[in-house]
């Protein structure tokens, strides 16, 4: 029961399985609607969608741990929000990449000798990277302007039920 006293740790993992969740249903979505969906989901098994599912949750995991230390306890403007969601989207984009890139090396070195990984490992660090980062740049951008609209209507509605009586002080940690 101690662990969920503690308000912090569950936002973190609420927050990112949400990213993780809504990104992966977004791709899907997207897929379907173009017409690939059927295409990608043939050559994907359960072990390899979980695997993946399951880097990309790790690595959004991370990157939002470093966007709340970064916020300031209680309330936060929206630029600030937003801001620190563009850098963590940023760096979860590089994260992703690099889990990407690791993998890809690994499925080289079966069969290519070492100059094929290295010239890989050098394009895909420095060019593959910096796309990562733009590419997850504006990801970050979409989640934070949501995070920054979902935060100010809670914080609508908490001063509207404390207004009429609903919501008392002792129930104030629910804004954060």
């Known amino acids: 029961m101690a662990a969920t006293d503690d308000a912090a740790p569950l936002r973190l993992i609420a927050l990112a399985t949400f990213r993780a969740a809504t990104f992966v249903v977004a791709v899907a979505l997207y897929l379907h609607l173009s017409g690939g969906l059927s295409g990608a989901l043939h050559s994907l098994n359960t072990e390899l969608g979980f695997a993946a599912f399951s880097v990309l949750w790790a690595t959004t995991l991370i990157a939002t741990r470093a966007q ?15 801001t620190s969601a563009i850098v963590a989207g940023a760096w979860n984009g590089v994260y992703v990449w690099g889990a990407i890139l690791a993998v890809l090396l ?3 070195a079966k ?29 970050g951008l ?21 207004s009429i009586g609903t919501l008392d002080s002792s129930s104030a940690h629910l804004r954060k």
Do not use: K
């Open 68 to 82: 709340l230390r970064q916020m300031p306890d209680g309330e936060s403007p929206a630029g600030a929000i937003v």
């Open 106 to 108: 690994f499925t080289i």
């Open 111 to 139: 069969s290519a000798g070492p100059a094929p990984m290295l010239m890989l490992a050098l394009v895909g660090a420095v060019f593959g990277g910096m796309l990562a980062f733009t590419i997850g740049a504006v990801f």
């Open 142 to 162: 979409v989640y934070g302007s949501v995070d920054a609209v979902l935060l100010h209507i809670s914080a609508v509605i908490c001063l509207r039920l404390r």
